[in-house]
């Protein structure tokens, strides 16, 4: 008897990932942002810019921001993305609160540089983490989820555009072009880590498999998936006999749930996947002329 595809085993361990991003995400804004008066961007940037200018937590705007962008977004993102990003906000708002109790000071003193590095890739990782777990931080990335269900563009490239601006507003408040170029340091250095874990170095893959069941995989992968399949025609070289090949494009973000589905409905299936330079068509980027 098998799992049902979006099983509770797989649910509690994406929800595990999420608070574990989340940590590291917290982690690098107070062990090492926040005490350098670094800003990069997102909401967590605008709380910390708030924080710096009127001493008000950066938890607390962090919450309430969040909060009306969530009721902008849940009838384009749809409940369960919002319940995780719901989950998220209070997971996030938590940390961002219990950390400073314990981490009065940089881990890394008198290193500004050093300590943009390592939380640039604390936070990109933890973002990156859970993003791969269908979950959200919230924010701005609210408003890369929403380009990237309509658009094949990363989370980081939207993000980064969202992010330059608010980078910039840094200076109006501290007067220092060394603090703003930290901030854009520590906007590379996430938007990179996520990209990494997230899309790798494609966007998109291929995904060739062979099971006996293929047609339950098929119409699983259209109805769940909502990615196209294509039935190709083989034959096994060592048995003779003729076999089925499903062929699968989707975006990389996608290729977890695919992976799930197929091992859900045949263990022993064979699966290769592959990345492609590019997938144009319905779905993914326009034909270029």
């Not at 926040?34 to 924080?51: D, F, K, R």
């Not at 220092?176 to 966007?203: A, C, P, W």
């Amino acid at each position: 008897m098998r799992l049902p595809f979006n099983s509770v085993w797989y649910s509690i361990k994406d929800y595990l990932i999420i608070i574990f991003g989340l940590l590291l995400y917290a982690l690098g804004w107070v062990g090492f942002l926040i005490p350098n008066e670094i800003t990069t961007g997102g909401v967590t940037g605008i709380s910390a810019l708030i924080y710096y200018g009127t001493g008000i937590p950066i938890s607390v705007s962090y919450f309430v921001i969040n909060v009306l962008l969530l009721l902008a977004a849940i009838t384009v993102l749809g409940l369960q993305f919002c319940i995780r990003t719901i989950f998220s906000v209070i997971v996030c708002s938590s940390f961002l609160s219990i950390l400073p109790l314990f981490i009065k000071d940089a881990l890394v003193d008198e290193q500004p540089f050093m300590s943009a590095i390592i939380g640039g890739i604390l936070c990109g990782s933890g973002i990156g983490l859970v993003f791969v777990s269908n979950g959200s931080t919230g924010g701005t990335d609210i408003i890369a989820a929403i380009v990237n269900k309509y658009k094949n563009i990363s989370f980081a490239k939207m993000m980064m555009y969202i992010d330059f601006l608010i980078i910039a507003c840094s200076y109006v408040l501290f007067h220092s072009v060394e603090k703003m170029i930290f901030g854009y340091v520590v906007m590379g250095v996430m938007s990179y880590t996520m990209d990494m874990l997230i899309n790798g170095k494609r966007q998109s893959v291929q995904i060739l498999v062979l099971s006996d069941k293929y047609e339950e995989i098929a119409t699983h992968v259209n109805n769940d998936i909502r990615r196209g399949v294509t039935v190709i025609d083989g034959m096994g070289w060592y048995s003779k006999q003729p076999k089925k090949v499903l062929m699968i494009l989707a975006k990389r973000n996608e290729s977890v749930k695919i992976f799930r589905l197929i091992k859900s409905i045949d263990p022993k299936a064979f699966i290769s996947q592959s990345n492609v330079v590019g997938v144009y068509g319905e779905g993914f980027d326009k034909i270029k002329a």
